[in-house]
């Protein structure tokens, strides 16, 4: 239900002036004092943090870590000072102090471990992203604070809460569907909270500003560079905790803003894996990286499951497409099979945008995880299957892209028979080496035809590969045969094997002209060969499947169309 208004000021007082929120400790506030007083030194900053012992391990742990690409061993705090800086060594012991003022159990409608786990994902991710793009306008250390930080605000709204109130949001939403619950029921969301709060703290002008940045409006141009990386490391751990599924998006905006690729992008979501464990300790939340891995590849399945469903939908709407256009071409105009072609080139374009560069990005993250969690069996065997299952679903998505493409054939006259003999003698290796003997049976006379060369070397190269390996190790005769066809007009070839009979589903590619998406699982060669023998007005023939061996009969026409078809046709 809505707060009434009296009890919408009493909560804004509250978070103003601190009232009933958790403290700050002593150290805690001296460390904000400090940021407005230039009088401190940084001998001043040392003293203040060596009074707490506990304070100074971690924060030597923390500056001494491997995710901040220091040399050698951080002795002191001193040295740490000198190693990051005045401004930053108070920023890291602020926010240890700070996140120590929160509890990390589950309450009410917050998980607290759950809010730092995430936090904790988000700064390492938006420091190794200022790392990465090597810039001299984005600090590391400030972009780790800013993405520990970012959602602050939330655990200062749900404390300054009198009760607990249904359906708090407990941070494993999206930023938008939480802010907007927020507004709704409390009258103000965390991110103005977090902002006012940060401000007050002595918090740098960039943080303070990313706190009031999200969305579109965080990627803004004119916005600090600092602001941008929060941004996108939001996003990205949203994506991670799968809270949104754009993957794909992420890699778009990295490249647009930081000029990162997709692949530096899914090295960085990977490794933030392994530097969890370790400074989850240091922050003292709770953290298994293997489970967050599994989590992670869960919904990225989950994601890959929606595209190929949406891949089989597009194949449905595409195949019916390509029948109406191929049907088409010897009964409208010139002008008219273009605008078809250009619709179908357009429905081509849609599916490449929302089903391919998504899979791409499934998969190229897929595989790097695998390639990260080489340590754990079961994650790498997971995440390969579904960077297998995406380069899968890629090549599927490929073929009926490539069958989709209208086909008309240039017709020149050329022998049919020297089009055999080159196509046999690119297998000469593997008829020798399955002892396979050829037999040709031309006939005495030439078998001058008009066909599209390079379109009949691509039929007959499938035709003779598909017969060969059909053939037993041990050889067999493969038997070519030219004659005329059982129609005025026409010729037939013939391709003849003992081999193993083909199955149901190579039968089915050649004769069914009614394809579906399963058709793709075996591959784009049978059907274009019989999209090709169609276009040149031919046709197709099995012999009998209780035959033994196979016969593949391959009818063309001997003279070419009227010309005035033909050029009906062309388009």
Known sequence: MYMEDQRKSQLLRKIVQSDGLPALSPLAIRLVEMATDDRKSARDLAEIIEKDPALTTRLLKLAGSAFFARPGRVASISQAI??????RVRL???TLSLRDAFATD???????????????????????????TSSAALNPEEAFVGGLLLEIGQLILYSALSEPLTGFPGGDKPLEAILSWEEDHLGIHHRKVGALVLKRWGFPDELVESQRRFGEEGLVEGLPRLCKVVELARQATEIVFGQTDGLYHLHRSVQAFLSLKKEAVDDILSRSFRK??????????EVDAQKDIIWVMEKANLALARLTASLDTSIQGLLARVRDYDDSLTQISQAAAQGRQEA??????????EIRNPLLSIGGFAERLARHAS??????????????????????????????????????????ASLVNEVI???????????????????????????????????LRQFVKNAAQAMPQDGGEMVFTLGPGTREGEVFLSISDDGTPVSDEVRDLLLDSNLSSKTFEQGLEF????????????????????????????????RRAPRKKMEERVG
Not at 107 to 132: E, P, V
Not at 276 to 285: C, S
Not at 430 to 456: A, H, N, Q, T, W
């Open 92 to 94: 890291m012991a602020l």
């Open 82 to 87: 000198v190693f990051l800086g005045f401004k």
């Open 375 to 416: 340590e754990q069996e079961r994650t790498q065997q997971y995440a390969g299957i579904i960077a297998k299952e995406s380069r899968r679903l890629e090549r599927v998505l490929k073929d009926i892209v490539g069958y989709a493409q209208a086909y008309v054939p240039s017709l020149a006259e050329n022998d049919l």
């Open 344 to 353: 179908l080139s357009n429905t081509l374009d849609a599916v490449a945008h």
């Open 106 to 132: 589950q309450k009410g409608g917050m998980d607290y471990n759950h809010f730092w786990k995430t936090s904790l994902y988000r700064a390492l991710i938006a420091q190794d992203l200022a790392l990465t």
């Open 425 to 459: 003698e690119e297998f000469d290796d593997l008829f020798r080496e399955k002892s396979i003997r050829v037999v040709r049976d031309y006939g005495c006379e030439p078998v001058i035809i008009p066909v599209d060369r390079d379109g009949m070397i691509r039929v």
């Open 527 to 558: 059907p274009l060969a019989r999209k090709i023998v169609a276009a040149h007005r031919g046709r197709i023939e099995l012999n009998d499947p209780a035959d033994v061996g196979n016969t593949v009969k391959l009818f063309l026409p001997t």
């Open 276 to 285: 969890m464990e370790e400074l989850g300790e240091q922050l003292r939340i």
